[in-house]
């Protein structure tokens, strides 16, 4: 089967994408408002950016008529996010905050989240994360015309890991168990690992 994407509808481009982009590592950001609450919502579209310097990236949807969700709005006001990690003791939680809370509500608070101070910023953590990267704002790229999408690059400047998940300078990705984005409703777990070596290239001996 060959799909024109011109041809789609967004709600067919979004099936597409997330039914074969996965799984999908989740970021569950926190940042603060205006008003000093404390914002935390999922997001799917999350990954590695750059190693030197220490950088992750996280693209937020835009609403209807091309209007900047709140974490977007958060960062690019006051620079700075907490990417706390989900697994499978918060992975509930975290669902529960994707609901399309209010401007003015606060999700830590309407759920009764319990946070921790952060070492480097104002935003604080989400305790039930065992995993927390810090990130100040390097760069928002926007994408589409009009806007659809707030592509949030943010620089790690400090990270927690719990003790129990760190071994000989690795994670310990059983220890972890994290959960990552599959389509629709879904989510999913490690599920069977293996090792593949990564080969060696060889240049050709040359003819005698």
């Not at 999913?188 to 060696?200: I, K, V, W």
């Amino acid at each position: 089967m060959e799909l024109q994407v011109s041809e789609l509808a967004r709600q067919e481009k979004y099936k597409l994408l997330i039914g074969c982009i996965v799984p999908r590592p989740i970021a569950w950001v926190t940042s603060l408002g205006e008003n000093g609450k404390v914002n935390a919502a999922p997001f799917s579209y999350f990954n590695v950016a750059s190693i030197e310097p220490m950088m992750v990236s996280v693209a937020v949807m835009r609403k209807p008529g091309s209007v900047p969700k709140d974490t977007a709005r958060n960062i690019a006001a006051n620079g700075q996010f907490v990417v706390n990690m989900v697994d499978v003791h918060n992975v509930d939680a975290v669902n529960q905050t994707s609901a399309d809370y209010p401007a003015d509500v606060s999700e830590v608070e309407a759920l009764g989240l319990q946070t921790s101070p952060s070492t480097r910023l104002e935003v604080p953590r989400l305790t039930a994360s065992r995993i927390h990267f810090e990130c100040r704002l390097h760069q928002i790229v926007e994408l589409g015309s009009p806007v659809t999408s707030d592509l949030i690059i943010g620089e790690v400047v400090h990270v927690h890991v719990a003790d129990e998940l760190y071994e000989a300078g690795r994670i310990d990705a059983a220890a972890f168990s994290p959960v990552s984005r599959l389509a629709g409703h879904t989510y999913a777990t490690l599920g069977e690992m293996f090792d593949r070596p990564r080969p060696e290239y060889k240049a050709p001996l040359a003819d005698k």
